[in-house]
Nanobody, 118 residues
Framework: QVQLVESGGGLVQPGGSLRLSCTASGIIFERYAMGWYRQGTGNQRELVAGISAGSTNYADSVKGRFTISSEDAGNTVVLQMNSLKPEDTDVYYC?????????????WGQGTQVTVSS
């Protein structure tokens, strides 16, 4: 069973930085993507940043401020968040999408709170 453990959330002042980390265990897929979502104000979580086979993608709202990377042979994904704004305040979720043939399997972490406030 894939498990995702997140760390690194907290309180930071506007303009500050935080580093979120997510370590996956029990990965059984040869192909998978990892990323970070945040809850947002609607019913659907919004993608913040994703990484797969070295390729990355970002929400427009975080481009140039956030950087996603992988470590530990792809078992850990890190989101470096710089120049944080109050509107970045949210619960951030790590996700892993496993790909097996035509099927995709989604796994989520428990979420970590990021609060940007003076």
């Amino acid at each position: 069973q894939v498990q995702l453990v997140e760390s690194g959330g907290g309180l930071v002042q506007p303009g500050g930085s935080l580093r979120l980390s997510c370590t996956a265990s029990g990965i059984i897929f040869e192909r998978y993507a990892m990323g970070w979502y945040r809850q947002g104000t609607g019913n659907q979580r919004e993608l913040v940043a994703g990484i797969s086979a070295g390729s990355t993608n970002y929400a427009d709202s975080v481009k140039g401020r956030f950087t996603i990377s992988s470590e530990d042979a792809g078992n850990t994904v890190v989101l470096q968040m710089n120049s944080l704004k109050p509107e970045d305040t949210d619960v951030y979720y790590c996700t892993l999408k496993g790909i097996a043939g035509p099927y995709e399997y989604d796994y989520w972490g428990q979420g970590t709170q990021v609060t940007v406030s003076s």
